[in-house]
């Protein structure tokens, strides 16, 4: 794996105290925590109540850890897909935490630990300021949730789980070329500002394929130096970068044609999901 770069060559990787982790507010906190090697797993704080929110504790002692350090109280659970390196830790996080029974925890129909089960559109709130919506995005998995955020003083984030990755998306394994340009499409349609928080470190490889796809989009060569300069790319890009960088955003762009030899939205995607899988 490309990965294995970043995360022998650079050390520490603890993006806890990142500049960026407070700036999306001083309301509204999101800090990323690795799992395993490259997942992201988020604490979401909201400042006013100190309530907080996990976002795929899989390493549930690790999040553990984080929440007594930050010293928050965590009322919410959100799981973005079923998959047990997203979902996997959410019965032993809630069994762990003092006041795991009172946690509401959110997913699609097939996650463990969940106790609220979530569809298109429903919208739920924690804390005084935070506002969640969640938008189906089945592909990847059919239970896939996208957990669009959006405080008090309007800064926005949005989970995209293993749906969309800086400059990426997930594989199709329940899913076609259809659903998942359906999937990208409704995502593009958050206001350009929001900030992507997703499931995995996939950035390098990403950049790369781009580069491949698209060489003289200026906005790819931006995708690639980010990744190289950062172990933590989530949380570094809006829905506006990845329209620009991300070539499965981009079917209706020349160079992306051309490279997959089809015009129509749904068989580009599927040539380029194809062309990503043999990378
Ligand atoms: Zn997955
Ligand atoms: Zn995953």
Sequence with gaps: MLLARSFVKKTPLVPLNRPFSSSISHKMQIHPLLARSD?????????????????????????????????????????THHHDDHSGGNI???????QGSSIKAYAGSRSPGTNTVVKDKDEFTFGKNIKVKALHTPCHTQDSICFYLQDEQGKKGVFTGDTLFQGGCGRFFEGTPEEMHKALTYLGTLPEDTIVYNGHEYTPGNAKFALKIEPDNADVKRLAKLAEDNDCTAGLSTIADEK????????????????????????????????????
């Design 39 to 79: 997942n992201w797993m988020y604490l979401v704080v909201d400042e006013a109540s100190n309530e907080a929110a996990v976002v795929d504790p899989y390493d549930w002692k690790k999040m553990l850890g984080l929440v007594k350090e930050k010293g928050v109280n965590v009322t919410t659970l959100i799981t």
């Design 92 to 98: 032993q996080f809630l069994s762990n935490h003092p």
């Design 244 to 279: 620009k960088w991300n070539v499965f955003m981009r079917l209706d762009q020349p160079a992306v044609q051309k490279a997959t030899g089809a015009t129509d939205a749904v068989s580009v995607m599927g040539a380029l999901r194809e062309l990503k899988n043999k990378a």
